[in-house]
């Protein structure tokens, strides 16, 4: 019986990407539903009842939530071109990073994009001490992974692009070379794979979306 | 016995007693019959130890295992299964793994984090903490029927990752005075929670009430 995958995704979320680069990367062909997010299909509030949110993959009929949830998963079901880490202990760090990144590093990125000139400089201060932490994982490695790519480069794609697109608008530079010489060099070994370039929201378009949300949010924190 | 001798040097286990999160990793190791030596921190002045190990968060619990930290209680259970194979805690399979790997950190979050303000949360808060926990319950009482357990015939990952619910909201309840279990509304959970006592690994390690009352009225 053949596999039916699906993947109910958004073009400019970073989790969404997380979940389609692992797909590609094992070679599993899937089909992929574009949601609306301020019109959400029946389907996707089916399949996902609690968080009512994208990623959500669809394996045979059963539907799965959460991105880190999702590529464990994944690497289970196919266990060709593993995502994650082989090792125990690797795989208990590559999972703690992770969960680091959106619990933490998320967030106080976001506080430092939105902050008001009298906290920014915290904010940004408090965001480079866990972007510090993030980036000594990297020491001596060409990827988080290793050599290759893998489940905490796919984590981290996060930092590595949509980081970028928030500076364009905002005009914070977090990540400069400066202060981040060896996630610097990551990010632009992961500019140069096919794969992840065909995932990525096209920039101009990502670039007006997240100024329109940038503003909108300003807007809802003036009122 | 062969996978103990391998693997069984040097397990440390870095917390608190009254910590739900420590003793989750505890019932684990027991269950797996895995030797650890305890540690016990004083929260309120951190070792340098737990400092060394959890530099990121300075939490417990942190397991040690040949030196090395891991951190997260959830993220150490998965660890303990993959480097002790035996009496795997997660489900087997990867669709049942997958849904308990969703709900755990859930149910954590809404349940756990909701209950633990419960005994200092002023009345406005309160309200609003004892509507989380509500919620809660409510979710696992859905998932428990037509089921002994969480993990169906026998104990499971989500039933050891909730365990400490029965006597920390027992705890609870009796400071702030308010009625979870206890209310007539879960007739699942309650049934859930009386299977579970007689369970004599479990049982080892109930963390006496009485204790955990004076300690939750201590810090009100």
Sequence with gaps: ?223 | MDQMAEHGQEVKLVGAWHSPYVHRVAWVLKLKGIAYEFVEENLNKKSSLLLSCNPVYKKIPVLVHHGKPIVESLFIIEYIDETWKDNPILPTDPYEKAMARFWAPLIDEMLLEGSRKVPYAEEEQLEKQIQQVSEAMEVLEGMLKGKKFFGGEKIGFLDITFRWMTIWLGAIEEVAGVKFFNSGKYPLLEDWKNKFIGFHVVKDNLYPMEKLVRFFKKYR
Excluded at chain 1, 181 to 210: M, S, T
């Design chain 1, 1 to 223: 019986m053949a596999d039916e995958v699906k993947l109910f995704g958004m073009w400019a979320s970073p989790y969404s990407l997380r979940v389609e680069l692992a797909l590609k990367l094992k070679g599993i062909p899937y089909e992929y539903i574009e949601e609306d997010l301020s019109n959400k299909s029946s389907l996707l509030l089916k399949y996902n009842p609690v968080h009512q949110k994208i990623p959500v993959l669809v394996h045979n009929g059963k539907p799965v939530a959460e991105s880190s949830v999702i590529l464990e998963y994944i690497d289970e079901i196919w266990r060709d071109n593993p995502v994650l880490p082989q090792d125990p202990y690797d795989r208990a760090m590559a999972r703690f990073w992770a969960k680091f990144i959106d619990e933490k590093i998320q967030p106080t990125a976001r506080n430092a994009n939105l902050a008001e000139e009298k906290e920014r400089e915290q904010a940004v201060e408090e965001c480079c001490q866990q972007l510090k932490m993030l980036e000594n994982e990297l020491q001596g490695k060409p990827f988080f992974g290793g050599d290759t790519m893998g489940y905490l480069d796919i984590a981290a794609l996060v930092i590595a692009f949509w980081f970028e697109v928030v500076r364009e608008v905002v005009g914070l530079d977090l990540i400069t070379e400066e202060r981040f010489p060896i996630l610097c060099k990551w990010i632009g070994k992961l500019q140069d794979i096919d794969v992840i370039n065909e995932c990525r929201p096209p920039k101009e378009k990502h670039v007006n979306y997240v100024r329109a949300r940038y503003e909108a949010a300003k807007a809802a924190a003036s009122n």
